[in-house]
């Protein structure tokens, strides 16, 4: 008998270290969600199996279970489908799937939600979050594109199957609350690094103090960003990203945020971080941004918006989307948060368990006593 086939022989079986079932809450018509009992998931190649110990509320959620986009299941639209949607949550490693050597039962890890299919164009160039085969992932038209609590089921469950390409390891100082916002710093530092380019000693603004927009504008002042500026129009939140990094914060129901910025930096910034996704903060984010400068749209508009394009075009304004978290930022951002450059606990306001799941929604929805980033616990 070989080593390894003692190794193999040794080793738990999954069902010793897994259990078969699971409680996970699952979306039925829209708003409408159920908590019940499932199978508990079981790991493929190259995946694991998560034990869920915290995962974050983000807007984007309440949009899948409210409207379905951008969620994709079987093709269509995610209701009453069995589905269990949540993904910004963090875990400890409970199985591996076969072959799977480059993590052990037992690890902390935190996850970024794409799993791209590893063979189209963008998939290619590392932009797995703009994958073309986003949704192919079921029978019939399985292209290999995973992307948890969007196209595959996520976080509001105890468990879940994660490909090892989306885990961070998360190191043993930090809490389960903080690694579970990890996410949220990855996605702001994807538009800034990735795909903005951001150089340190350049100027910043965020507009939308909202939990993406603070720990933006905590990232880029941890990038070197100089000045940081963050407008908004609520004050506590402006008063939590001033202890994030932001250098002023501007109060644009008292003044003219793009005015503010033009006296701040004399002749706009070099960066723009939109988080509000409304026309209004659109147009601000053009009329504030330098010439030649970049605007990264943080949030998903509802509808059309009118925005004064001719401006942009005439002052070589780059302006471009952001979906996620890609080509591993969840990576750096963890690395920037373990190294104490920004504190990402100040967002977490409010903790609930996963049987409590429609009133935390509540209270991300409706910002009941000053909500900003709420999270499960989904094993208590």
């Given at each position: 008998m070989t080593v390894?086939?003692?190794?193999?022989?040794?080793?738990?079986r999954l069902e010793e270290v897994a259990p078969a079932t699971m409680r996970a809450w699952v979306l039925k018509n829209p708003n409408e969600l159920e908590l019940a009992t499932k199978p508990a998931p079981r790991p493929g190649p190259a995946e694991v199996l998560v034990r869920i110990d915290a995962v974050a509320i983000c807007a984007t959620d309440l949009e899948v279970i409210g409207e379905g986009?951008?969620?994709?299941?079987?093709?269509?639209?995610?209701?009453?489908?069995?589905?269990?949607?949540?993904?910004?949550?963090?875990?400890?490693?409970?199985?591996?799937?076969?072959?799977?050597?480059?993590?052990?039962?037992?690890?902390?890890?935190?996850?970024?939600?794409?799993?791209?299919?590893?063979?189209?164009?963008?998939?290619r160039e590392g932009m797995y979050t703009a994958c073309h085969n986003y949704g192919a992932n079921y029978p019939g038209a399985d292209k290999g594109h995973r992307a948890n609590g969007f196209t595959t089921n996520g976080g509001f469950a105890q468990y879940a199957v994660n490909h090892i390409n989306t885990l961070v390891r998360v190191?043993?100082?930090?809490?389960?609350?903080?690694?579970?916002?990890?996410v949220t710093a990855g996605t702001s530092m994807y538009?800034?690094?990735?795909?903005?380019?951001?150089l340190?000693?350049?100027?910043?603004?965020?507009i939308g103090p909202g939990p993406i927009?603070?720990?933006?504008?905590?990232?880029?002042?941890?990038?070197?960003?100089?000045?940081?500026?963050?407008?908004?129009?609520?004050?506590?939140?402006?008063?939590?990203?001033?202890?994030?990094?932001?250098?002023?914060?501007?109060?644009?129901?008292?003044?003219?945020?793009?005015?503010?910025v033009m006296r701040l930096t004399s002749k706009g910034a070099d960066y723009v971080l939109d988080c509000a996704g409304t026309e209004e903060?659109?147009?601000?984010?053009?009329?504030?941004?330098?010439?030649?400068?970049?605007?990264?749209?943080?949030?998903?508009?509802?509808?059309?918006?009118?925005?004064?394009?001719?401006?942009?075009?005439?002052?070589?304004?780059?302006l471009y989307g952001i979906?996620?978290?890609?080509?591993?930022?969840?990576?750096r951002a963890l690395a920037l948060m373990a190294a104490g450059r920004f504190d990402a606990k100040l967002i977490h306001t409010h903790t609930f368990a996963l049987a409590d799941l429609p009133e935390a929604l509540r209270h991300a929805r409706d910002r009941v006593d000053g909500a900003i980033k709420v999270i499960l616990k989904p094993q208590q």
């Open positions: 390894s086939t003692v190794a193999r022989e040794t080793a738990p986009p951008p969620a994709l299941v079987n093709g269509g639209l995610p209701f009453n489908q069995g589905f269990t949607p949540g993904h910004e949550y963090m875990g400890t490693v409970a199985a591996l799937g076969p072959n799977v050597d480059e993590y052990q039962v037992g690890d902390r890890v935190t996850v970024e939600i794409h799993a791209g299919c590893g063979r189209c164009k963008r998939c190191p043993d100082s930090m809490t389960d609350e903080e690694a579970a916002l990890v538009g800034f690094t990735e795909l903005g380019g951001l340190a000693g350049e100027s910043v603004v965020v927009g603070l720990l933006g504008a905590a990232t880029a002042k941890a990038l070197g960003a100089n000045p940081v500026i963050l407008t908004g129009t609520r004050k506590d939140r402006l008063a939590i990203g001033a202890k994030l990094g932001a250098d002023h914060t501007i109060d644009s129901t008292a003044e003219d945020p793009v005015a503010a903060s659109v147009n601000q984010a053009i009329r504030m941004t330098n010439r030649g400068g970049k605007i990264c749209l943080a949030a998903f508009p509802h509808g059309l918006v009118k925005i004064d394009l001719a401006y942009a075009v005439q002052n070589n304004i780059y979906r996620g978290e890609g080509r591993s930022a969840t990576h």
